[in-house]
């Protein structure tokens, strides 16, 4: 048994594995399936200050090897979290991150206060990639000037880890990580969904109610391991690894390219067990090559 | 009621026309009670194209022996894999998933209304109504006779009836031209649909006008089945509900449908 411990600034992760924000509920949706408290982590789903009804439906398309969302951060809000959906949470043994996100700079302060209160929390995710919402989300992640003034703002109210969620839909994703650290992040988590779309040839029309949606899945885990990569080369803080992980060998080259940890998300949908049977497997492959612990194998890439 | 996900065995593969079968998987431990309504979700192996599960109702189970089986329309990669599964394969299910009808047990009339792969989750629909003492009406509509499957099945539970667009079965038309949503419609305190959404709105039309108790199963494109993505909305009084957990049966009254 290799040590698959691994922190990412503050957070002690007993393994490197945790789920994707959107992709995982609130982890009760899992109890049925798998004890959670096994997990490294959980990242719940998209939280905003106000209750959010989402967008329109059709909200999903399955495209070749990945499909479509445009869910648009439905939740009931930060004040229901905490009263109604936290106190159930404290049960799990292990590390819960609740992912914030904003229309406005005051809309995340405010939301990122609330969760501060919360004790069980031991994180945030700062969303700001977020494609399917029209104002805000990937709108603060896309320009420097404005991923510094989010990411400052919530760190003067925010004291514990502060991940920051980067949007792939960019240029220059490294410029983008330096601002994220340069404005307080701890750490650092990519990639969210890529902007996409998807039309019905037979009814002319687009698939997605909001026409534009975001592609997860296998199908964009080689743009998301060419951006860890870059963002690893860029910046000094905890890389979190993200996108079309299925399994354990894609979660091992996210390590390569520099992650010190992986969230799963898509493939949670598809089995629920994913992520024990990825845990496993990464632990076999570090047996199998004599490695002791995952920290052999983060940004290990031979070139 | 706790969800699983197994690997059930490929008994049998009944091929019932040029585009639908019924397939019957067989668990080596003991299955979970299903309600009628519920689904399971399906995972399609050795397609390059399919990624995530097919959700289908199930259409009947046997306790004894451990078995469920699936009424398969085929309309695209997902189901013509699934639908030509051979015997001995294995698929992954997920179940059982959402809520169920309600099932009355005071001898109540009840018409259950069914067209295109809708008729599938109403097999243990009408079983269950039967075996609660229930009084049950079977109302299905089809394009064609060659689109009406497993009728013999349904005649166990109730008197069956027939409307196909041809008039190559039954009565000639749609289901709501038959005269049991017209001038019978009264006899009956509920009504049950499931089947292509502008068929369940104009049945759904007729019970809100009679004043009738109606319950409709809905379809929405589902990622995940298990309330988790929040990709399988619909609009409900109560704002956006999920099908696949809230659902797929809903209540007309607490849906937004313009009737
Ligand atoms: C709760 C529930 C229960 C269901 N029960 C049954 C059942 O018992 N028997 C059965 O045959 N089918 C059932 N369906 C529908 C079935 O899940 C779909 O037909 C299947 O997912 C299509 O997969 P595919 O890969 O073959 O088609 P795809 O290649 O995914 O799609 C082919 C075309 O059909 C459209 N389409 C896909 N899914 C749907 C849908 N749900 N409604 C309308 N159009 C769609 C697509 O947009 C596309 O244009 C059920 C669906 C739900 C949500
Ligand atoms: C249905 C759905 C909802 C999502 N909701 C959120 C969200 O609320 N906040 C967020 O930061 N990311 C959200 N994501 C993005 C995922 O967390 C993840 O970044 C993305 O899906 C890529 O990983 P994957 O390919 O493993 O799914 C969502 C993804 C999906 C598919
Ligand atoms: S299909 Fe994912 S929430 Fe219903």
Redesign the interface.
């Known amino acids: 048994m290799a040590d698959l411990s691994t922190t990412i600034h503050k957070l002690k992760l007993k393994n490197p594995v945790l789920t994707a924000s959107?992709?995982?509920?609130y982890g009760v949706?899992?109890d049925?399936?798998l004890d959670v408290s096994m997990l490294g982590g959980i990242v719940v789903k998209g939280t905003t200050i106000h209750p959010r009804?989402?967008n329109q439906?059709?909200?999903?398309?399955?495209t070749?090897?990945?499909?479509l969302?445009s869910?648009g951060l439905?939740n009931k809000g930060a004040k229901y979290f905490a009263s109604d959906i936290y106190p159930v949470l404290t049960k799990y043994n292990t590390n819960i991150l609740v992912n914030v996100s904003g229309s406005t700079i005051e809309e995340y302060i405010s939301c990122a206060e609330i969760i501060n209160e919360l004790d069980h929390i031991s994180g945030i995710e700062l969303n700001i990639s977020c494609p399917n919402v029209k104002e805000g989300g990937m709108a603060f992640g896309t320009s420097c000037a404005s991923i510094d003034a989010v990411v400052s703002a919530v760190r003067s109210v925010y004291n514990k880890t502060m991940i920051v969620k980067l949007s792939p839909n960019v240029t220059d994703i490294g410029e983008l990580a330096k601002a994220a650290v340069s404005g307080g992040a701890d750490g650092l988590s990519l990639i969210n969904t890529l902007l996409g779309m998807a039309i019905n040839a037979e009814t002319r029309k687009p698939v997605l109610a909001t026409v534009t949606g975001g592609l997860s899945?296998?199908a964009i885990k080689p743009v998301a391991l060419r951006m860890v990569w870059e963002v690893a080369k860029a910046v000094n803080v905890p890389i979190i690894g993200i996108g079309g992980i299925m399994n354990a060998t894609d979660a091992i080259e996210f390590f390569l390219a520099g992650a010190s940890a992986i969230q799963v998300g898509?493939a949670?949908?598809?089995?629920?067990?994913i992520t024990l049977k990825i845990i496993d497997g990464i632990d076999s492959y570090l047996n199998r090559h004599n490695y002791s612990s995952i920290s052999n194998i983060v940004g290990e890439l031979q070139m | 009621m706790r969800k699983t996900v197994r690997n059930l065995k490929v008994i049998s593969n009944l091929r019932l026309n040029d585009n639908h079968h019924l397939i019957q998987l067989q668990s080596s431990e003991p299955l979970e009670t299903i309600f009628p309504g519920q689904f399971a979700n399906l995972l399609v192996e050795n397609s390059a194209i399919v990624l995530l599960r097919r959700p289908f109702s199930i259409y009947s189970v046997d306790y004894k022996e451990n078995t469920v089986s699936f009424f398969i329309k085929i309309i695209g990669e997902g189901t013509r894999v699934l639908a030509n599964s051979p015997v001995g394969n294995f698929i992954s299910t997920m179940f059982p998933l959402g809520n169920s009808f309600t099932i009355p047990n005071e001898r109540e009339k009840i018409l259950v209304v069914g067209g295109g792969s809708g008729v599938a989750s109403l097999m243990i629909l009408s079983q269950a109504l039967c075996d609660n003492s229930n009084e049950v009406s079977i109302l299905i509509g089809a394009r064609s006779s060659t689109d009406i499957v497993s009728l013999d099945q349904f005649s166990r539970y109730g008197e069956v009836f027939t409307t196909t667009e041809d008039g190559s079965s039954g009565l000639k038309g749609y289901v709501t031209d038959h005269p049991l949503l017209g001038a019978q419609i009264g006899r009956f305190s509920r009504i049950y649909t499931c089947g292509p959404e502008p068929m369940m709105k104009a049945v759904a039309q007729r019970a809100n006008l009679n004043s009738i108790v109606c319950e409709v199963s809905l379809e929405n494109t589902m990622a995940c089945g298990f309330g988790v993505c929040l990709c399988c909305i619909t609009d409900t009084t109560q704002g956006h509900k999920c099908v696949c957990t809230d659902g797929p049966v809903f209540n007309i009254n607490d849906l937004k449908w313009q009737i």
């Open positions: 959107g992709t995982f509920g949706e899992f049925d399936f009804q989402g439906y059709p909200r999903m398309a399955e070749a090897s990945g499909m969302n869910v439905q899945g296998p898509t949670n949908y598809i089995d629920p067990l």
